[in-house]
């Protein structure tokens, strides 16, 4: 299975988090939520407007902080375009190790990225207020997936519509 020379591949993602501060009213806490935590949130891999990357990307792990239990999540076998994302309350920002893995045609190793996951406002202050009127802090960051030489499997996984 020959390497495709001088083909450079590009597939566009986002990852991040989503955080919302608990409210009665507009994110009640679920029951059996320990007492400190303060937000709910997720953080995900996934397409730009949720295009499907399944056929390139084929499991996500998510290692969050060791004061959450289970700290290592392995999200797998998702519908194509639906995020792979771990859902958790909380009450602290930590940094979360993120390790993408990709189908077994395209024989390449695993990727590491490192995401903050905010749960506060931040920025300038005009950001800040428009987090704390949408009562959501995102954080995202849209990443290009370089697949340098791939091999002729993959390029055909790749290209083809
Ligand atoms: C801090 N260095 O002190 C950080 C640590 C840890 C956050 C934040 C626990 C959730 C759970 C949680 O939110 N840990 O108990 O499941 O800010």
């Given at each position: 299975?020959?390497?495709?020379?001088?083909?450079?591949?590009f597939?566009?993602?986002?990852?991040?988090?989503?955080?919302?501060?608990?409210?009665p009213?507009?994110?009640p806490?679920?029951?059996?939520?320990?007492?400190?935590?303060?937000?709910?949130?997720?953080?995900?891999?996934?397409g730009?407007?949720?295009?499907?990357?399944?056929?390139?990307c084929?499991?996500?792990t998510?290692?969050?902080?060791?004061?959450i239990?289970n700290?290592?999540?392995?999200?797998?076998?998702?519908?194509?375009?639906?995020p792979?994302q771990?859902?958790?309350?909380?009450?602290?920002?930590?940094e979360?190790?993120?390790?993408?893995?990709?189908?077994?045609?395209?024989s390449?190793?695993?990727?590491?990225?490192y995401?903050?996951?905010?749960?506060?406002?931040?920025g300038t202050?005009?950001e800040?207020?428009?987090?704390?009127?949408?009562?959501?802090?995102i954080?995202?960051?849209?990443?290009?997936?370089?697949f340098?030489?791939?091999?002729?499997?993959?390029?055909?996984?790749?290209?083809?519509?």
């Amino acid at each position: 299975n020959k390497r495709c020379k001088g083909v450079q591949i590009f597939r566009p993602f986002v990852f991040g988090s989503t955080a919302r501060l608990f409210d009665p009213v507009t994110n009640p806490k679920p029951a059996g939520t320990p007492d400190d935590h303060t937000h709910s949130w997720t953080v995900f891999v996934k397409g730009v407007d949720d295009v499907d990357i399944t056929y390139w990307c084929k499991k996500v792990t998510f290692k969050l902080h060791d004061s959450i239990p289970n700290p290592t999540r392995i999200i797998e076998n998702v519908q194509p375009g639906t995020p792979f994302q771990v859902s958790e309350t909380g009450w602290g920002e930590f940094e979360i190790v993120i390790k993408i893995y990709y189908v077994p045609e395209a024989s390449e190793k695993p990727q590491t990225l490192y995401h903050h996951l905010r749960l506060h406002p931040y920025g300038t202050d005009a950001e800040k207020e428009e987090m704390r009127t949408k009562g959501e802090v995102i954080s995202w960051s849209y990443e290009e997936q370089l697949f340098n030489e791939p091999n002729e499997q993959f390029f055909d996984l790749l290209t083809s519509p």
